[in-house]
Antibody, heavy 124, light 108 residues
Framework: QVQLVQSGPEVKKPGASVKISCKASGYIFTSNYIHWVRQAPGQGLEWMGIMNPSGDSTKSAQKFRDRVSMTRDTSTSTAYLVLSSLTSEDTAMYYC?????????????????WGQGTQVTVSS | SSKVTQDPAVSVALGQTVKITCQGDSLSTSSTTWLQQKPGQAPVLVIYGQDNRPSGIPDRFSGSISGDTASLTIFGPQAEDEAVYFCVSRDKSGDQWVFGGGTKLTVL
């Protein structure tokens, strides 16, 4: 079955960067888009960006555009999110999610499988 | 960028029908996805492509759209359906996505 397993919790100081991994299994990693979504404590979901693991193309939300990087390692079926210049407002649970749509057509936002989440805490 | 609006909370009596709505100016041109999130858990896909259910999702969940409003209808909700429901849709730009603020469903 499709499974996304994320890296463990992180505690970072303001101004630092964090790198989160999302290891996929149970399907062909390069066949489906990967989205990144975060959720601040007690808040709703916030879309951060999308990556095409086949061609490494990415698109991020405007508010993150200058400090987010999404990459992948196809040899290990792992997607990565790097968020830099962290502030306390970046304290949140970060999720990767697979788009049910395959990469030969535009993504649909059909988020059919989710990682377990990675808690990132930014504190001095 | 687009904005998608949901009612913050809805309650329904056990066995009655409830409709959770999502309004936004990009909804009429894009399929809307519905997610269910229970406390301490990752979201779960319940409806995609307007009205498709993944395997394992009960057929009491149904999606629809009318104009700029997408709806998730739960026919005869059960206690286990108590959760926060989020809609997500493509932004007007076409290459980004936007979530609604979420609707907390209480089953009485």
């Amino acid at each position: 079955q499709v499974q996304l397993v994320q890296s463990g919790p992180e505690v970072k100081k303001p101004g630092a960067s964090v790198k989160i991994s999302c290891k996929a299994s149970g399907y062909i990693f390069t066949s489906n888009y990967i989205h990144w979504v975060r959720q601040a404590p007690g808040q709703g979901l916030e879309w951060m960006g999308i990556m095409n693991p086949s061609g490494d193309s990415t698109k991020s939300a405007q508010k993150f555009r200058d400090r987010v990087s999404m990459t992948r390692d196809t040899s290990t079926s792992t997607a990565y999110l790097v968020l830099s210049s962290l502030t306390s407002e970046d304290t949140a649970m970060y999720y990767c999610a697979r788009d049910k749509e395959v990469v030969i057509v535009p993504a649909r936002g059909w988020l059919d499988s989710w990682g377990q989440g990675t808690q990132v805490t930014v504190s001095s | 960028s687009s904005k998608v609006t949901q009612d913050p909370a809805v309650s329904v009596a056990l066995g009655q029908t409830v409709k959770i709505t999502c309004q936004g100016d990009s909804l009429s041109t894009s399929s809307t996805t519905w997610l269910q999130q229970k406390p301490g858990q990752a979201p779960v896909l319940v409806i995609y492509g307007q009205d498709n259910r993944p395997s394992g999702i009960p057929d009491r969940f149904s999606g629809s759209i009318s104009g700029d409003t997408a709806s998730l209808t739960i026919f005869g909700p059960q206690a286990e359906d108590e959760a926060v429901y989020f809609c997500v849709s493509r932004d007007k730009s076409g290459d980004q996505w936007v979530f609604g603020g979420g609707t907390k469903l209480t089953v009485l």
